[in-house]
């Protein structure tokens, strides 16, 4: 049967999938080095679908790492397009404990941007065709992350800044408000982006206007996805509350 995500190892007992999409998308850079890269397209598109998963991989493992610290139970990680999701059992609801395990990851993209960073500077030699390679490597590898660290610090839903901000936000709003408005933030930068990509892609006649408009889609659903949960959460707990003893 044609599955939607493939587990890839497993770390701390969390298992690790990666989405169909992942592997698309190791396709379309093979193909985009084919026209420099020649035989070495394949090789070299491994090598960096294997750097970007890890590097994904490393920033849930992040968001985990907290998570079972604080006593939540992780199911999996799954990797996709704009990242990854670790699905917890249980997320904690005290907005110190959110506000942690949120910025967790960023903090792990953005450090192993710097670490990236440097070393492409340690190695870069102009002479040396293997070290002029590795710096090559380790300049993408710094770029995605770097990316990956600050798109997650957007304060919006789905991102992880939107988890930051319900919790920074909560103990004066109220979670259910405090979600709005995070919610709030992340579609109506999905609706300027999404507007941005149609623009490239039909009146720039530039392709990658579909992969913003496909972002800004994804970050609509999530940011909606997101408030609903929560609504039917807080609802739930208000019928509770509401039964006769
Ligand atoms: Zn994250």
């Not at 070299?44 to 750097?51: E, S």
């Not at 059992?89 to 960023?106: H, T």
């Not at 992880?160 to 103990?171: M, Q």
Request: proline share 4%; net charge neutral.
């Amino acid at each position: 049967m044609f599955k939607s995500s493939y587990k890839l190892a497993t770390i701390w007992g969390i298992p690790i999938r990666a989405n169909i999409s992942m592997f698309i998308l190791l396709i379309f850079i093979a193909w985009e080095l084919s026209s420099f890269a020649g035989a070495w397209a394949v090789p070299f598109a491994l090598l960096l679908g294997f750097l970007l998963f890890s590097s994904i991989a490393l920033h849930e493992l992040g968001h985990s790492f907290v998570a079972l610290k604080k006593g939540c139970k992780v199911k999996g990680i799954t990797l996709a397009l704009i990242g990854g999701v670790a699905s917890m059992e249980s997320v904690p609801d005290k907005p110190k404990d959110e506000f942690q395990m949120a910025i967790a990851g960023p903090l792990v993209s953005l450090s192993l941007a710097g670490i990236a960073y440097g070393l492409r500077f340690a190695i870069y030699s102009e002479t040396n065709e293997f070290r002029y390679m590795a710096a090559y490597f380790f300049e993408v590898i710094g770029f995605l992350n770097l990316l990956l660290g600050c798109f997650n610090l957007i304060p919006a839903f789905p991102m992880d800044g939107g988890r930051v901000l319900r919790a920074l936000l909560t103990p004066k709003k109220g979670r259910l408000k405090a979600t709005y408005i995070a919610a709030r933030i992340g579609k109506v930068l999905a609706i300027l982006f999404g507007i941005y990509g149609l623009h490239e892609f039909f009146l720039e006649k530039e392709t990658y206007g579909i992969f913003k408009v496909a972002i800004a889609l994804f970050v609509y659903s999530g940011a909606d996805n997101e408030y609903k949960l929560v609504y039917m959460q807080e609802m739930g707990d208000w019928l509770q509350d509401d039964e006769p003893q």
